[in-house]
């Protein structure tokens, strides 16, 4: 296997394993000795790394890549920062993409197959696999249009991969949700009591407040309730109309370094290479930042009255960089009801590299160059794509946990706290003055005019 890295053999004396795995993820040398010291052999470290320079190991697949690539963008690590996890994930993510956009799709994308038992290696074969090419196992021919890297879900699913546990069934309790195969991607029950918009907020500040314990990695599905309720605007079966709301799907890291945000948006969005080369510059955000991000986001994940606005419009576009008025999905007036759901992991810089560990071989040369930005940025929506799918605005999201802590209380449905709207209702009296100063004083009078227009 060397060979494909223009080596004969291992410098003599160095372990085979440590060789191949500098040579596949082209760590210099002070990765390199941090990786020895970690496993014990600090002692070697100075003549292992003086034989592997004199081998030219250092750089390892980055000398395999395609002329015109360019690598790495982000800058190097500084020392000490190797263990914070947010970090070494943002910047092997970044430089796999750019180092061949497509050949890293076959390898995560054999992984994920295998993980789901699918393929021909399956859970006993899953720490075998980094010994196999990629082509061996699935044909990049079956991987390439199916598995576009502008597809939110599979964007998501893949950084998922590479922050969660090494066996096959961790990864498949990570990935489930967003997975059809994995009987995930499935939409929330109709009950009112699962809407709790401020799942995110919570989340957060429950990981800024560890990340001098931990690094935590959090996967958010964002959806409008309406994608289920009626798929199709004339009721009928042909064709089945998807209406034009929306479901989105992204990861946000938050370590020491601070928050890294990863995602992708189709049809006529981004890949997650494009929106990790636009961000560069934007992230780490700080933990104020990332807050502040969140808070956004629940301008309309967290919106009350259920109305699609110009304000709700103007903060899914700072969240997730797309104009849905402009794109033809929402129109301001819209009906919408937000389902957000945030499943949360903790991860460390090993765990990153241990799953980078896993991939197969990349199979070089034969890898095109990746078509999935140009299909982002051109696609159409189909015939008939409809803000609302024509669905009369006929009710008002209810939240029936108590409006200021999400705590559940009995009979809060049927005796909400407020008796001005007559919809905002509390497990204590004391949440309910917070949550007035807090938030309800500004939208209590709106949601008052909205039921009366409802009758």
Request: aromatic fraction near 10%; proline fraction near 6%; charge should be neutral.
């Amino acid at each position: 296997m060397l060979d494909l890295f223009g080596m004969d053999h291992a410098p003599e004396g160095v372990p085979k394993t440590l060789v191949m795995a500098i040579a596949m993820n082209g760590y210099s040398e002070r990765e390199a000795r941090a990786i020895m010291k970690d496993g014990g052999n600090a002692a070697e470290a100075d003549e292992w790394i003086e034989k592997l320079r004199n081998a030219g190991c250092f750089g390892g697949l980055a000398r395999a890549a395609p002329d015109n690539a360019t690598i790495s963008l982000s800058a190097p690590l500084k020392d000490g920062d190797i263990e914070d996890a947010g970090e070494r994930l943002w910047r092997k993510l970044f430089e796999s993409l750019q180092r061949d956009e497509n050949g890293f799709k076959h390898q995560v994308m054999v992984l994920d197959n295998c993980i789901k038992n699918t393929g021909g290696t399956g859970e006993v074969g899953l720490q075998d696999l980094k010994r196999r090419k990629a082509g061996q196992e699935i044909p990049f021919a079956a991987v390439q249009d199916k598995c576009p890297w502008n597809g939110c879900k599979f964007a998501g699913i893949s950084v998922m991969h590479f922050i969660s546990g090494t066996s096959a069934p961790e990864k498949r309790d990570a990935c489930r949700s967003a997975s059809r195969s994995l009987g995930g991607c499935t939409l929330p029950p109709s009950l009112e009591d699962v809407r709790w918009p401020y799942a995110l907020s919570e989340a957060y500040n429950e990981a800024a407040s560890s990340v001098e314990k931990h690094s935590t990695a959090l996967f958010v599905h964002v959806m409008d309730v309406e994608v289920m309720r009626n798929p199709s605007k004339n009721g009928g079966f042909f064709p089945v109309q998807r209406p034009g709301t929306f479901a989105h799907v992204f990861v946000m890291t938050i370590s020491k370094a601070g928050v890294y945000l990863y995602q992708a948006y189709g049809p006529r969005g981004y890949t997650l290479l494009q929106y990790m080369q636009e961000h560069e510059d934007d992230f780490p955000m700080s933990l104020v930042e990332g807050k502040a991000w969140v808070e956004k986001l629940e301008v309309f994940a967290a919106d009350p009255i259920g109305i699609w606005s110009e304000e709700a419009n103007e903060a899914y576009a700072f969240c997730f960089g797309v104009d849905l008025i402009k794109l033809g999905c929402m129109s301001v007036g819209s009906q919408m009801d937000v389902y957000v759901q945030v499943e949360e992991h903790i991860f460390n810089w090993k765990t990153v590299e241990n799953n980078f560990s896993l991939l197969p071989q990349p199979d070089f040369p034969s890898y095109p160059k990746c078509r999935d930005g140009t299909m982002a940025r051109s696609k159409k929506p189909p015939p008939g794509y409809a803000p609302d799918g024509g669905v009369p605005h006929s009710y008002v999201p209810l939240v029936t946990k108590c409006w200021r802590c999400g705590k559940g209380a009995p009979r809060m449905k049927r005796h909400p706290s407020c008796s001005k709207c007559k919809k905002a209702c509390y497990c204590s009296k004391e949440c309910q003055v917070d949550d007035w100063k807090l938030r309800h004083k500004k939208v209590c009078a709106n949601l008052r005019t909205f039921s009366m227009m409802l009758g």
